[in-house]
């Protein structure tokens, strides 16, 4: 997996856009002002569920971890993914495809009705 890769299958969901709030490095990938994923050269941070979280990190040990920029409070809520051989490609979809699920689901009815409006008119 690369970044570019990555990075354009975040931004192939409805709704998301590409933000630098923390200066060129990471990408943040953002849906209705909500962060899902950051992507970086060689790793990419996604939001989750805690018991998605903990499902990857014990699946990929040592290759996915907790959200290493994260206070401790947030870590459970966030993992970050070195883009290597031991994760393939396609779980690397399924973590973006959770990540977005899961901060759409977080959204206010309101916020979620206008993506749906948006999707709607595609």
Not at 82 to 89: K, L, Q, T
Request: glycine share 4%; proline share 7%.
């Amino acid at each position: 997996m690369t970044d570019d890769r990555i990075l354009d299958y975040c931004l192939s969901k409805p709704g998301a856009y590409v933000c630098f709030p923390f200066g060129d490095m990471p990408v943040c990938v953002k849906v209705k002002n909500r962060l899902f994923a950051q992507v970086y050269e060689d790793k990419a941070t996604f939001s989750c569920t805690v018991e998605a979280g903990m499902f990857w990190r014990d699946l990929y040990p040592g290759t996915v971890t907790r959200g290493y920029h994260c206070p401790p409070v947030q870590q459970p809520y966030f993992n970050t993914v070195m883009f290597s051989a031991a994760v393939p490609d396609e779980e690397l979809y399924a973590m973006a495809d959770h990540s977005y699920e899961t901060v759409v689901h977080r959204l206010s009815k309101k916020l979620r009705e206008e993506l749906e409006r948006e999707k709607a008119t595609k």
